[in-house]
């Protein structure tokens, strides 16, 4: 029953020399557990138990095989990598970061994914400096004159902060405040064709730039924007967590 050293297993180990060393370590592995199985069966009395040792040998093959299998198995290389060719030069690819997907969100994506997620991005920025901005002037005593709920004889003045906010709010104020935000969704903004995600100068009003900037100019606005709304969806998440948590502030005061 035994096998020459350069046997089977030798040449399964000999055909490993791929980039991958896994491939190496399956196969020396493999060799390693069917010569131990290979040895024991030599040293064996042909009378007793040999039925038991090749058992346990063809089991080693078997399994030496399947490992030798998935060794050879296509590596994943990271649909991440197929992003990053296809996106780092995008707009918002910065400095420290560069391209950052940490949720493979445009795994396998194509240009038309690409300006969705940069058109909800930019709208969720714009809207995130708005309520940062909210946040911090309400807190500053800063209110709109007058009455938010004439029949309920409440002023702007009335309505809480942050949170509290929210609920201060009369329910006729609120349905207002939603069909206003739906009329702008639905027919206000207007994207305009062909031109780069979040460019509403296609809009019912007017809106564009303020200045007849240079293309140069123009794509780094675009940068501040897109910077500047990213950092307020981390600044209003970070007041809404912080007032929760009853924190003070420098400029905002007590949450």
Known sequence: MKLPNDGMMVVSCKMSTKDNPNYQMTYVAAYLSCQHQLRSVDGLNNTTNSTSSISNMKSAIIAALIGSAAAFAPAQTGKATTALNAFENELGAQV??????????????????????????????????????????????????????????????????????????????????????????????????????GDFSASSFPVGWLDNYDEETKLQKRAIELNNGRAAMMGILGLMVHEQLGTTLPVIGKL
């Open 96 to 197: 420290p970061l560069g391209f950052f997907d940490p949720l493979g969100l445009l795994d396998d994506a194509d240009q038309e994914r690409f300006d969705r997620l940069r058109y909800v991005e930019l709208k969720h920025g714009r809207i995130c400096q708005l309520a940062f901005l909210g946040q911090i002037t309400t807190r500053a005593g800063f209110y709109l004159p007058g009455y938010i709920s004439t029949s309920e004889d409440k002023l702007f003045s009335d309505v809480g902060q942050g949170w509290a906010g929210s609920f201060d709010v009369p329910v006729a104020g609120a349905l207002q405040m939603l069909a206003f935000v739906g009329f702008l969704e639905l027919a206000g903004w207007k994207q305009a064709e062909g031109s780069f995600p």
